[in-house]
């Protein structure tokens, strides 16, 4: 029973860590005329476009705690409680109460609202009044020179947003998860990785040879291993790989949103120097999706759900070869981002 106590407190402390990030929550597209239910970080959210902007509340009426996600969007600028009618406008003020209309409306009649931008195509949030960082950069979406692919949603999956995000980050399991697309079997020694901080991002860098294949070149024919330069820009809960070949620049970016501590949704899109014709796009997503397919499992299977504390040595880092993940995980713990569930 202590013990249960003590994950739910942790637990707890990993979504406050968390708050302070921007997340995303849903395509702007899915953003229509009703409102939509999100959750995040253990919380339940409401979703609506009033006067034209994408505002996020609380899903629970000030009245009787009915979910407003059950509403309705009335003239497109206030929503309306399925149960009493209440409705609130977008700054989450409660401005028509139909019981009793003609009084005055009481100050307290109003849900949280939060923080909320609409950027790459997504509508993001941020539980904390004050946002501290910035949303994770895709530089490459305003480059007319790059063509991007379509936004991707996968899962959720049943794993923490810094497990995943960690996932990615590690390339010392190209050879045994995706063996033929981003490793060799035959050469499973891992590259030299440069590891440093950049503004918000720890950057790690590295060359490594993988299987030829449409992101890297196919020059070399089925077979050939080609030299591919790294630089993936990560934070907690993002990762932007920038691979570079004889074919030209090729980046992932990827957001996991953190819907609680086991269960995460993934945001992705991709962007390319070469081969812009959009027609070629679903060639490029087959391979994505079939190496976050390959990644899936993996990762749902890790335990503990969180990080565990490196101090713990629950998990046996061997170096230089995950020098990347340490330093992941170093600077999830100076950002006081709980561990050990
Ligand atoms: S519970 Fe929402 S109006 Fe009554
Ligand atoms: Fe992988």
């Not at 009426?61 to 929503?79: E, I, N, P, W």
């Not at 399991?173 to 990785?193: K, Q, R, S, T």
Request: net charge negative.
């Amino acid at each position: 029973m202590q013990q249960l106590k003590g994950a739910g407190a942790v637990i707890e402390a990993y979504h406050t860590s968390l708050e302070p990030f921007w997340h995303p929550i849903l395509p702007s597209d899915n953003l229509k005329d009703n409102p939509v239910a999100v959750e995040l970080l253990g919380r339940g959210l409401v979703l609506s476009r009033l006067d034209g902007a994408a505002v996020v509340f609380d899903d629970v009426c000030r009245h009787l705690g009915a979910a407003l996600s059950r509403g309705t969007v009335v003239d497109g600028c206030t929503l309306r409680c399925p149960y009493h009618g209440w409705s609130y406008d977008k700054s989450g003020r409660c401005v028509d109460i139909p019981a009793r209309r003609g009084a005055a409306i009481p100050r307290e009649a109003r849900v949280r609202s939060y923080p909320t931008r609409e950027r790459y195509g997504l509508v993001w949030v941020c539980l904390d009044e004050e946002p501290e960082r910035e949303i994770p950069a895709f530089p490459e979406f305003g480059d007319s020179e790059v063509h991007k692919g379509p936004l991707r949603t996968y899962g959720p999956w049943r794993a923490s947003a810094p497990r995943i995000v960690m996932a990615a980050l590690d390339d010392t399991h190209f050879p045994w998860v995706h063996p033929g697309i981003l490793g060799d079997p035959a050469n499973p020694e891992p590259p030299d990785h440069g590891v440093y901080r950049e503004g918000e991002y720890l950057v790690s860098t590295y060359d490594m040879m993988q299987p030829a294949n449409d992101t890297v070149s196919t020059n070399g024919g089925a077979g050939a291993l080609e030299k591919v330069t790294y630089t993936n820009y990560v934070t907690p809960t993002s990762i932007r790989l920038v691979k570079e070949s004889a074919a030209g620049v090729y980046v992932i970016w990827q957001v996991a949103t953190p819907i609680g501590h086991d269960k995460s949704l993934i945001f992705s899109r991709q962007a390319r120097s070469f081969d812009r014709d959009p027609a070629r796009d679903p060639e490029y997503e087959r391979l994505q999706d079939t190496i976050l397919e390959q990644d899936r499992p993996i990762v749902e299977s890790q335990r503990p759900w969180l990080l565990p504390p490196l101090s713990s040595r629950m998990m046996l880092y061997v170096r230089p070869a995950d020098l990347p993940l340490v330093a992941f995980q170093k600077w999830l713990e100076e950002l006081s981002i709980p561990q050990e569930v």
